[in-house]
């Protein structure tokens, strides 16, 4: 079983919809979580992180995370052509090494995402 | 822009040869992370650096060695390449402040093996 489950998809929209985009972890040890953008070709972009349960909203982004459930999620709202990514949940567990920024993040596969218009 | 240069941005070659990626972290970052992503395994953490002394290691082949320089730049290493070798390789980097800091990533070498 991997670490991190996230359904690849893919997963095809209209314009305007509500998106959904949803991960589970079995490691308990993960306490911080991000997701990341990526489009064809380019390397993840980092759009959200957070380490606390609960919800963190940046503009049409909203992060949730549940750590009691091991289920993070990422709500987009009035999706746009522009959106259409692969995205991708990645955690950390907590290192703190004299305050050095430390650790590996790991990914979930990642769900490709088309908004059409 | 993240601010993570990644050279070459395409590369091709024969198996078994070697190969050199080059990675220059974003000003002031101190961490460097190498990870590989393919289609089947998605993004495979390889290895991190943090200040020139490797941190933390992941699933990286024995064919495989990185190293960072005092300057701060990365390179990854891959000898002995085989055709399964062939993949995106993605470098990021982190800054040093805080446990919490975020990846930041380059827009990767695509090798391919043939």
């Known amino acids: 079983q991997k670490e991190v489950e996230q359904d690849p998809g893919p997963l095809s929209v209209p314009e305007g919809a509500i998106v959904s985009l949803n991960c589970t972890y079995s490691?308990?040890?993960?306490?911080?979580f991000m997701w990341y953008r990526q489009y064809s070709r380019k390397g993840p972009e980092l759009l959200m992180y957070?380490?606390?349960?609960g919800n963190k909203e940046d503009g049409r982004f909203t992060a949730q995370v549940d750590k009691s459930s091991k289920y993070i999620s990422l709500f987009i709202r009035d999706s746009q052509p522009s959106d259409s990514a692969t995205y991708l949940c990645?955690?950390?567990?907590?290192?703190?090494?004299?305050?050095?920024?430390?650790?590996?993040?790991?990914f979930g596969q990642g769900t490709i995402l088309t908004v059409h218009p | 822009d993240s601010g993570v240069t990644q050279t070459p941005k395409h590369l091709i070659t024969a198996t078994g040869q070697r190969v050199t990626l080059r990675c220059s972290p974003r000003?002031?970052?101190?961490?460097v992370y190498w990870y590989q992503q393919s289609l089947d395994q998605g993004l495979q953490f390889l290895i991190q650096?943090?200040?020139?002394?490797?941190?933390a290691k992941g699933n990286i082949l024995e064919r495989f060695s990185a190293q960072q320089f005092p300057d701060l730049h990365s390179e990854l290493n891959l000898s002995s390449l085989e055709l399964g070798d062939s993949a995106l390789y993605f470098c990021?980097?982190?800054?040093?402040?805080?446990?919490?800091?975020?990846?930041?990533f380059g827009n990767g070498t695509r090798l391919t093996v043939t």
């Open positions: 957070t380490y606390s349960s």
């Open positions: 000003s002031g970052d101190l961490s």
């Open positions: 490691n308990s040890a993960f306490q911080y």
């Open positions: 990645a955690m950390r567990e907590f290192s703190n090494a004299g305050g050095t920024s430390y650790g590996k993040l790991t």
């Open positions: 650096y943090y200040n020139g002394e490797e941190r």
């Open positions: 990021a980097s982190s800054g040093s402040v805080s446990y919490n800091s975020p990846l930041h």
